[in-house]
């Protein structure tokens, strides 16, 4: 049973630093094919991805927020971590993590609501 | 970068069949595989079509998916509405550097 969860700050404040890990079982982050990425949701809005890593340490960003976002992976601990820098109140949203095989996001984590405010 | 275009909103009433689109912006919609993921208020997204057109297990066949090169679309068909059906609707396809959600549809059933 493949099951992921998001853990982190539920609140920082303007130009803060983000982080965000993910930690997963029932899969591993070494098998060929397998990611791991960030997905969030403002409130009421649409689906909008950030970050995926690959077994392989392959990485992939949003071009549009390329410059704020790291992905890690410690496949030991079966943990992935984002960092988004520079915080502001527009990165509000639910931020989820999800696995991806093929091209699929088959499984999500519950998602995390971080909230950006002074 | 490309753009996955959705409408809004859709409607219609229990036990109809609805479709709902997924435009590519750019580059064929048949060069990488679209998938379709539900999300109910309060949950997280689920998937109910991958690689175009399959179903994952547990999925009614009620529900189905299809690609059109011609309009460079996916679609998304529901038929039998039932009440439960209604939420909010993401198509996701990908290139090689980049994942690609659309706007979402919210599927109303009344």
């Known amino acids: 049973q493949i099951t992921l969860k998001e853990s982190g700050p539920t609140l920082v404040k303007p130009t803060q630093t983000l982080t965000l890990t993910c930690t997963f079982s029932g899969f591993s982050l070494s098998t060929s094919g397998v990611g791991v990425g960030w997905i969030r949701q403002p409130p009421g809005k649409a689906l909008e991805w950030l970050a995926l890593i690959y077994w392989n340490d392959d990485k992939r960003y949003s071009p549009s927020l390329k410059s704020r976002l790291t992905i890690t992976k410690d496949t030991s601990k079966n943990q992935v971590v984002l960092t988004m820098t520079n915080m502001d109140p527009v990165d509000t949203a639910t931020y989820y993590c999800?696995?991806?095989?093929?091209?699929?996001?088959?499984?999500w984590g519950q998602g995390t609501l971080v909230t950006v405010s002074s | 970068n490309f753009m996955l275009t959705q409408p809004h909103s859709v409607s219609e009433s229990p036990g109809k069949t609805v479709t709902i689109s997924c435009t590519r912006s750019?580059?064929?919609?048949?060069?990488?595989?679209v998938q379709w993921y539900q999300q109910r208020p309060g949950s997280s997204p689920t998937t109910v079509i991958y690689?175009?057109?399959?179903?994952p297990s547990g999925v009614p066949d009620r529900f189905s998916g299809s690609i059109d090169s011609s309009s460079n679309s996916a679609s998304l068909t529901i038929s039998g509405l039932k009440t439960e059906d209604e939420a909010d609707y993401y198509c996701q396809s990908y290139d090689s550097s980049n994942q690609v959600f659309g706007g979402g549809t919210k599927l109303t059933v009344l």
């Open positions: 999800a696995h991806l095989y093929s091209s699929s996001w088959y499984y």
């Open positions: 750019s580059g064929s919609i048949a060069s990488n595989y």
């Open positions: 690689e175009d057109n399959q179903r």
